[in-house]
């Protein structure tokens, strides 16, 4: 049947759930058999299901609200699915969040007559714009609020190009650490290469940063607000990515109303350490500093997110043009000791996979509630656990090669250690800093590895244009800097090292 006729007939069957507690599946079906699906869901639910088709493999996602006492509708369960003749797998839509921030259910932990310590902390102070540490170099963030919800502010034009050592670079032991500087230098000699594009799938990203900007990749086959799908890929007006928590053109980083909330500012802080702009006179480098970054927001400013966002997500990357993508985040669900997996984000990887694009995944801290300290090999943390070859998982390591307390690894199923502990980078606000929480915490993870081995990966592609994903893995890979703590942790036995690559 006609995809047209098949996506009428669904806008007709799809009715928006009501406000009530939700069930929430993602369900794989026979193509042939999917009116037959729609009906006995629309059937069951009394017409209050709410059915989206993510557009691969025949997944569906199937929201629909718990049915009441003498209620004519059934509440939807794994067993109701697996009784279908049409469904061939039903799982959870299993619930990720970014690695290192925690999602809250309320802004403020503490009792009411506690709770000015919430406002101590209030909007705003995830992001010091680098100006706690008495560094009278470093920039101010000026009077620049991010936006609020609804309210994000428009896409600015590409600046023109300027010149000029990065003054803040000297804040970034990171890069001074996997040999950032030599490696880059090297690169540019070669001339200007391939244009990589990496897409950071998390919370977003501050779309106006100034360090940011230069390198956002721009869908050349889009015309900006003319509110029309202009390269016909499903989303209008979709000129640096796509927002998958809000559906719209705007991924702007939304930190939380305050430290509590989640969110202060991940994506934007993962952006800077793959592809900040370099040489360009103002703030820091990123590892790739001439990289584009494609956004790609699918955790809210809560830092939470589900599988069929993560889906849509890797799946936008992949078809359109990514050669890597950065991801910052694990799932908060998937037990190995249950029976259930999530089969969706499996074969969603295995997808980026057969069309050759890395997949550069943090391999989490610790948060699969068994503590920190936590061997992946014994406890998994999903995707990085997953065993597609095409995964890069990567821990954290601080300033004295010591793996972050928090930070997770696996002889067989970690491959390498890059910077995690302190991180200085960009945040929301044309801010720079190291710290999350100004005086309290420092930006810790296995999140900000990752982006370091994302822009090592953009790195070498862009002198390499020829290199397959392969190639490029291996180079990461066999350019590790062995480190004896390492040996019987992680698959390299070594960090991140750009040294040995060019």
């Known amino acids: 049947m006609p995809k047209l006729i098949i996506a009428a007939i669904l806008a007709i069957f799809t009715i928006n ?31 209050q299901a709410k059915i989206k088709d993510l557009q691969f493999n025949n997944w569906l ?35 990720l969040r970014a690695f290192g921030v925690e999602t809250k259910t309320s802004d403020c932990p503490f009792p009411p007559e506690w709770d000015f310590l919430c406002g101590i902390f209030g909007p705003g102070d995830g992001d010091d714009g680098g100006k706690d540490d008495g560094d009278e170099d470093k920039p101010d963030d000026g009077d620049k609020p991010a936006p609020k919800k609804g309210d994000n502010p428009a896409i600015p034009d590409a600046p023109t190009d300027k010149e000029g050592a990065d003054p803040l670079a000297k804040n970034q032991w990171g890069m001074k650490d996997i040999g950032a500087k030599a490696a880059q230098e090297s690169v540019a000699n070669l001339g200007e290469g391939k244009e990589i594009i990496v897409a950071v799938i998390d919370t977003g990203v501050d779309y106006t940063h100034e360090d940011l900007l230069p390198n956002l990749w721009r869908n050349e086959g889009e015309i900006p607000g003319n509110g029309i799908d202009d390269d016909e890929n499903g989303f209008i007006d979709d000129v640096v990515g796509w927002d998958f928590v809000s559906d719209d053109n705007l991924p702007y980083d939304l930190k939380g109303k305050s430290i509590f909330s989640g969110n202060p500012g991940h994506g934007t802080h993962c952006a800077g350490n793959v592809a900040a702009k370099g040489n ?102 999903y995707p990085a656990s997953y065993d597609h070859d095409i995964i890069m998982s990567v821990a954290a390591i601080d300033v004295n090669d010591k793996l972050g307390s928090f930070s997770n690894w696996g002889k067989k199923g970690v491959d390498i250690a890059a910077p995690g502990v302190k991180v200085y980078s960009t945040v929301v606000g044309d801010g720079y800093t190291d ?41 990461i890979m066999d350019a590790a800097k062995p480190v004896s703590a390492y040996k019987n942790k992680l698959v390299s036995g070594g960090k991140l090292n750009l040294d040995g690559m060019f």
């Open 17 to 47: 759930a009501s406000a009530s507690e939700q069930t929430d599946y993602l369900v794989q079906v026979e193509p042939e058999m999917k009116l037959q699906f729609y009906a006995e869901i629309m059937q069951q639910t009394n017409h």
């Open 61 to 95: 996602r199937v929201q629909a609200p718990k049915a009441e006492n003498n209620s004519v509708m059934r509440t939807l369960s794994l067993n109701s699915f697996n009784t279908m003749s049409a469904v061939t797998y039903a799982q959870k839509n299993f619930k």
């Open 280 to 381: 360009n006179g103002i703030g820091i480098s990123g590892v790739a500093p001439n990289a584009k970054i494609m956004i790609l927001r699918f955790l809210s400013d809560e830092g939470g997110g589900t599988t069929a966002d993560a889906i849509e997500s890797i799946k936008y990357a992949v078809d359109n043009g990514a050669h890597i993508t950065s991801n910052s985040w694990g799932s908060e669900g998937e037990d190995p000791d249950e029976p259930e997996e999530n089969k969706a984000l499996r074969d969603m990887i295995q997808y980026s996979q057969d069309k050759g694009v890395l997949f550069v995944a943090a391999a989490g801290n610790g948060h699969q509630g068994k503590g920190y300290d936590n061997d992946n090999d014994d406890k998994p943390a």
């Open 435 to 475: 710290a999350a929480i100004p005086g309290l915490a420092t930006w810790d993870g296995t999140s900000m590895a990752a982006p370091h081995v994302s822009g090592a990966a953009a790195l070498y592609m862009s002198a390499n244009p020829n290199a397959d994903w392969k190639e490029v893995k291996k180079a």
